[in-house]
């Protein structure tokens, strides 16, 4: 079992920049973060491997970017040029591969002026 501690979050308003930070009680092969905005299901923002191998959703790109310290075993995610639309619960998730198993409780993150 492994267990994730999120920190970060809050509001922002439109063009501002959040940092998210999750930390894992192991090490772990992928760590990401995933999001849910109300009445839609939960996708991926950006995933990491420990190799430093990235995913990222198409909506994100350029703006968004992930970071991991293995020494640490976490992960950030470096939030800029905020839309709107990026508002959601923000999960971190963590997996033995690419596959999300494990789930922090969760950060909103709100944009909005």
């Known amino acids: 079992q492994v267990h994730l501690v999120e920190s970060g979050g809050g509001l922002v308003q439109p063009g501002g920049s959040l940092r998210l930070s999750c930390a894992a009680s192991g090490s772990i092969f992928s760590m990401g973060w995933y999001r849910q905005a109300p009445g839609k299901q939960r996708e991926l923002v950006a995933a990491i491997s420990s190799g430093g191998s990235t995913n990222y959703a198409d909506s994100v790109k350029g703006r968004f970017t992930i970071s991991r310290d293995n020494a640490k075993n976490t992960v950030y995610l470096q939030m800029n040029s905020l839309k709107p639309e990026d508002t959601a619960v923000y999960y971190c998730?963590?997996?033995?591969?690419?596959?999300?198993?494990?789930w922090g409780q969760g950060t909103q993150v709100t944009v909005s002026s």
């Open positions: 998730g963590a997996g033995h591969s690419w596959f999300a198993r494990y």
